[in-house]
């Protein structure tokens, strides 16, 4: 079986494949003050509760956004799997041209989720990952990565106007019943999620004007179920797009 580490700034995902089946999913607090062992209970208490025998992983592969936590993952996979994980990186075969003016910047999940989303819905595409950012990821029709967006992220917006005002409560990120709020929660919902409706539809029709083509939108991370279905440009919710990226790019770099 394959596992995949998908490092972000907020969460840990983690994708276990036999063949192309994801058949278990995990999703854990990323801490850079972790060592690998520590991870390694995390990962070995997770096994067990779902069964999961970890003498049957045969290869691992590591996204990350995150540079310190980068050699943790890859220290666990020798010490848990004596496997030597394979990382997204520089000279990684993606099999996706990268039309950027600088490819070292360019995150490793925004690789992988470009690479899953063209694989599964061909080009153009648009993919909207609702991360600790929201990226939008453009692919053209030949499968080439032409670039996109960065956003704040859903929760991160949410906790910001918490923290940086006096009065306002931490709020839950939801739809509200009505756009006029009647309390200051309501209030703040009714601007904080409208709002954010508006910014991912008005980015995602700037960037379908400059392909001039209608292009495919898939919404992807942590709050794709729940914000992808409000948005009527996109067509397909894929919450664990980047664990197919990275099990695609695998295949690849065999």
Same mark, same amino acid.
């Given at each position: 079986?394959? #596992?995949?580490?998908?490092?972000?700034?907020?969460?840990?995902?983690? %994708?276990?494949?036999?063949?192309?089946?994801?058949?278990?999913?995990? =999703? /854990?607090?990323?801490?850079?003050?972790?060592?690998?062992?520590?991870?390694?209970?995390? #990962?070995?208490?997770?096994?067990?509760?779902?069964? &999961?025998?970890?003498?049957?992983?045969?290869?691992? /592969?590591?996204?990350?956004?995150?540079?310190?936590?980068? @050699?943790?993952?890859?220290? #666990?996979?020798?010490?848990?799997? =004596?496997?030597?994980?394979?990382? &997204?990186?520089?000279?990684?075969?993606? %099999?996706?041209? /990268?039309?950027?003016?600088?490819?070292?910047?360019?995150?490793?999940?925004?690789?992988?989720?470009?690479?899953?989303?063209?694989?599964?819905?061909?080009? @153009?595409?648009?993919?909207?990952?609702? %991360?600790?950012? $929201? $990226?939008?990821? $453009?692919?053209?029709?030949?499968?080439?990565?032409?670039? +996109?967006?960065?956003? @704040?992220?859903?929760?991160?917006?949410?906790?910001?106007?918490? #923290?940086?005002?006096?009065?306002?409560? =931490?709020?839950?990120?939801?739809?509200?019943?009505?756009?006029?709020? *009647?309390?200051?929660?309501?209030?703040?919902?009714?601007?904080?999620?409208?709002?954010?409706?508006?910014?991912?539809? =008005?980015?995602?029709?700037?960037?379908? *004007?400059?392909?001039?083509?209608?292009?495919?939108?898939?919404? $992807?991370? +942590?709050?794709?179920?729940?914000?992808?279905?409000? /948005?009527?440009?996109?067509?397909?919710?894929?919450?664990?797009?980047?664990?197919? %990226?990275?099990?695609?790019?695998?295949?690849?770099?065999?």
């Amino acid at each position: 079986m394959l #596992l995949t580490f998908d490092i972000g700034n907020t969460t840990v995902a983690i %994708g276990l494949f036999r063949e192309k089946d994801l058949v278990r999913h995990w =999703r /854990i607090s990323s801490d850079r003050e972790k060592t690998s062992d520590e991870y390694g209970v995390v #990962l070995r208490n997770l096994f067990s509760f779902d069964g &999961v025998d970890a003498a049957e992983v045969g290869g691992v /592969i590591i996204s990350s956004v995150v540079p310190p936590l980068t @050699p943790v993952f890859q220290e #666990l996979s020798q010490t848990l799997f =004596r496997s030597r994980a394979l990382t &997204v990186g520089p000279g990684l075969r993606t %099999g996706m041209p /990268i039309l950027v003016d600088t490819p070292l910047e360019l995150g490793a999940d925004r690789i992988a989720v470009a690479v899953a989303a063209y694989e599964k819905f061909g080009g @153009p595409c648009i993919v909207l990952d609702f %991360g600790t950012a $929201t $990226t939008f990821d $453009t692919v053209s029709a030949r499968g080439e990565y032409l670039g +996109g967006a960065i956003a @704040p992220g859903v929760q991160i917006s949410a906790e910001a106007l918490y #923290l940086k005002t006096a009065k306002l409560p =931490r709020i839950e990120v939801k739809r509200p019943a009505k756009a006029i709020g *009647k309390t200051t929660v309501g209030n703040m919902q009714s601007g904080f999620y409208f709002g954010y409706l508006g910014l991912v539809e =008005r980015v995602v029709a700037e960037i379908r *004007k400059e392909l001039g083509e209608e292009a495919r939108v898939v919404a $992807t991370g +942590g709050f794709a179920e729940q914000i992808g279905p409000e /948005i009527p440009a996109v067509s397909a919710v894929e919450p664990h797009l980047v664990l197919e %990226g990275l099990r695609i790019l695998y295949e690849r770099n065999r």
